[in-house]
């Protein structure tokens, strides 16, 4: 909590920093004295607006760098923070998420404060809840326990005491949590709190209570607090809660020198106490605020960004009158295209296939995502690419650097580090390293647990050729440092895989194609959404997904979930106003040896040549009356062996084959792996985990 040395600049410093800003970045870039809000659309640059007006600040003389405090919401942001004002030549500006900022601030005041050690921080709820609901017993499954995490998890940054909870959360609409009723949730709260006591630990929400307590409670604690930090950048402000709004007040001591950045558009953690009317109502709580808005977008082509606004031109409320209206201004790409599927595994193999068309033209996968509402849908997306020979990373998977492989390099890294040359080329010096530990110039052919090894290994190479490149003369021992300061801010690198990823976990991420699935009624907006508000947080989600493309918007869904089900679902209502009024039907690919249907016709049976009816077997493509052109009892054997195989890996059974596929493998009756490998369905990766026990059951 000590002051460091600056670096003396020059004014041709700041002016350079400058240089490159549109006429609104550049006003929030030269508007140093507080209090500013800045209105910041998708894709406007609010980023680079904010990190240019503390690099600004910093180099004319108005800012000492450790005394400015960025905060935010994720590690991955306020890594991207330090990267690019390390890159405007400004260091040592505190980056942060509120969590991290305040734990650095409790664990430098607790001993003075409180005195001792500070107890022990635990990252998950989830056994603290349990213990709570056995001592009260209540009986408690991994679902419940998750739901009632949440909830106490609402009650603190909401600052709800257990006393209120009854009111407070009736007032609210929180239902019944975990299926209890708010009585007895109360009571789970207050006694979630005495098994933290009991084993002398806190939780995530509490280091931000416990910060907010001491501040509160101990005036020079608090003086040595706002002496240290004089300007405050609070980015994402559409998503602080009242316990971040209450902490952040105590940072400034009633002082002006804030600058808040968001979208209202962009509230989609409501659930997790995240609310917009703090920047909606900054103006008026800052009186003379200097207000900016951002509406240039230089993220999407046109046609990505009139789509978002058409979606959000429907919404209502509130957030209607806070919308801002996006202008684009990159050149004009392809229109946005509509489909529908006639089940979520064709539509699945139907992405996928897409997908797998666009990188064989020269597209890279890590450009590429696909998103959906909830993570049970990543199921049949992650099946049908690994058919398709598609690479993926799934967000939310394995930490990049948790994974075994990363830790290796990381080691072997700083071993040549010791002893590396200087002049040396450091991408050169990388793959030379990594080659010891699986990296090779080309990715491998197998899919699976090799393909992700190198795909890790990968991303390290292309980071150190980044790295070479903006620093000429890095060394292996400054990609060693940069390796370790992202892995303290969860701040991985783009691993080249299609990426698969809920709209809630790619906030703030973009790439130049993006596939939106599931887009109907009942996953979007989700079932449980029935009031207004949630429905238009559901709204808020889509226009989230829509503003993630660059370049290309491919939104879809499917009329039924299993294949052979009655199509009784519809697209979503979000869409009414914005695709053609008969989107084109997606059809799931033909198995080997059928013949190929096109268009939106009808299915002709596959043996007779007859058009099809609904009134028939449509799964398997032939007419009750029409001998079957494979071997029945094959075919049932088949299915024995997949029902054992899908019920053993707890997956729904046409994750392991759908019908259309064993129904081709008991046709043509394959010998070996390569003639299994040619039947539509079996990819890469089936033909790596099933092949052999399909020849198994096939020899017998």
């Given at each position: ?5 600056t ?49 600004y600040?910093?180099h004319?003389g ?35 998420t509120?969590h ?54 609402w ?11 009854v ?25 979630y ?14 280091v ?59 509230t ?18 800052h ?11 230089y ?24 919308r ?36 064989r033209a020269?597209?890279s ?65 990388t793959?030379?390293?990594?080659g ?45 440092d ?15 895989g ?116 609904v ?26 062996w997949?029902?054992?195989?899908a ?22 009756v ?31």
């Amino acid at each position: 909590m000590t002051d460091l040395m600056t670096t003396p600049t020059t004014r041709q410093d700041a002016d350079g920093v400058l240089a490159g800003l549109d006429p609104e970045q550049r006003q929030v870039a030269t508007t140093l004295d507080g209090p500013v809000c800045v209105l910041a659309g998708a894709g406007t640059g609010k980023t680079r607006a904010i990190t240019h007006r503390i690099a600004y600040g910093v180099h004319s003389g108005a800012y000492v760098p450790n005394r400015v405090l960025a905060v935010t919401f994720t590690a991955r942001a306020a890594g991207e923070m330090r990267t690019r004002l390390r890159d405007l030549g400004v260091a040592g500006v505190q980056a942060r998420t509120f969590h991290a900022a305040a734990l650095r601030q409790l664990q430098f005041f607790w001993p003075q404060s409180i005195g001792g050690t500070l107890p022990n921080l635990v990252e998950h709820k989830a056994s603290l809840v349990a213990d709570a609901c056995h001592r009260l017993r209540i009986q408690a499954d991994r679902t419940r326990v998750r739901d009632l995490s949440a909830e106490v998890e609402w009650t603190k940054v909401m600052l709800v005491d257990p006393d209120d909870y009854v009111r407070v959360a009736a007032a609210a609409g929180r239902g019944e949590p975990g299926g209890l009723d708010l009585a007895t949730v109360a009571r789970l709260v207050r006694t979630y709190e005495d098994v933290k006591t009991d084993r002398a630990v806190i939780d995530f929400e509490d280091v931000l209570l416990l910060t907010a307590g001491i501040l509160d409670e101990r005036p020079d604690v608090a003086a040595t607090v706002r002496e240290q930090y004089r300007h405050f950048v609070v980015d994402e402000y559409q998503d602080v809660s009242p316990l971040q709004q209450r902490l952040l007040d105590l940072w400034l001591g009633g002082r002006q020198d804030l600058c808040v950045v968001g979208d209202a558009s962009q509230t989609i953690y409501s659930f997790a106490g995240a609310t917009p009317e703090h920047l909606l109502d900054f103006p008026r709580r800052h009186p003379g605020a200097t207000v900016v808005r951002l509406v240039r977008d230089y993220r999407s082509t046109p046609e990505v960004v009139q789509l978002a606004n058409s979606v959000l031109s429907q919404a209502t409320g509130l957030h209607a009158r806070a919308r801002l209206e996006l202008i684009a201004q990159r050149p004009s790409g392809p229109p946005p295209s509509f489909t529908a599927y006639d089940d979520d595994v064709a539509e699945a193999s139907g992405v996928a296939a897409r997908i797998a068309a666009e990188i064989r033209a020269g597209r890279s996968a890590k450009d590429i995502a696909v998103l959906f509402r909830t993570n049970g849908q990543s199921q049949a997306l992650e099946s049908a690419l690994a058919d398709a020979g598609v690479g993926y990373v799934v967000r939310g998977g394995e930490r990049f650097f948790s994974r075994k492989e990363v830790r290796d390099a990381l080691v072997l890294l700083r071993g040549a580090a010791r002893s590396a040359l200087p002049g040396h080329d450091l991408g050169e010096e990388t793959r030379a390293v990594l080659g010891s530990v699986g990296w090779a110039p080309t990715a491998p052919t197998a899919a699976g647990a090799t393909r992700e090894k190198w795909e890790s290994l990968q991303a390290l190479v292309v980071l150190a050729d980044e790295l070479a490149q903006k620093r000429p003369g890095a060394t292996v021992s400054d990609l060693v440092d940069e390796l370790v300061e992202r892995s303290q801010a969860q701040h991985a690198p783009t691993v080249d895989g299609v990426t698969l990823a809920s709209f809630h976990a790619a906030k703030g991420l973009e790439w130049d194609l993006v596939h939106l699935v599931g887009v109907s009624e009942g996953l979007l907006p989700i079932s449980f959404a029935e009031t207004p508000e949630d429905v238009e947080e559901e709204r808020r989600l889509l226009y989230v997904g829509v503003t993630r493309a660059r370049e290309g918007i491919h939104l879809s869904w499917a009329n039924s979930r299993t294949p052979g089900g009655r199509a009784t679902r519809k697209p979503s209502r979000f869409l009414d106003a914005v695709r053609p009024q008969a989107a084109p039907a997606g059809r799931r690919p033909a198995a080997a040896g059928a013949s190929k249907q096109r268009g939106t016709g009808p299915m002709t049976c596959r043996v007779c040549g007859g058009a099809l009816s609904v009134a028939v077997d449509r799964k398997l493509r032939r007419h009750a009356d029409c001998p079957a052109s494979y071997d029945e009892a094959v075919f049932e054997k088949l299915r024995e062996w997949r029902s054992a195989t899908a019920k053993a890996a707890e997956v729904p059974a046409y994750v392991v084959f759908t019908d259309a596929t064993l129904m081709a493998i008991a046709e043509a009756v394959p010998t070996s792996t390569a003639d299994l490998s040619r039947i539509g369905g079996v990819g890469p990766a089936k033909l790596e985990k099933y092949g052999d026990e399909v020849l198994e059951v096939l020899g017998s």
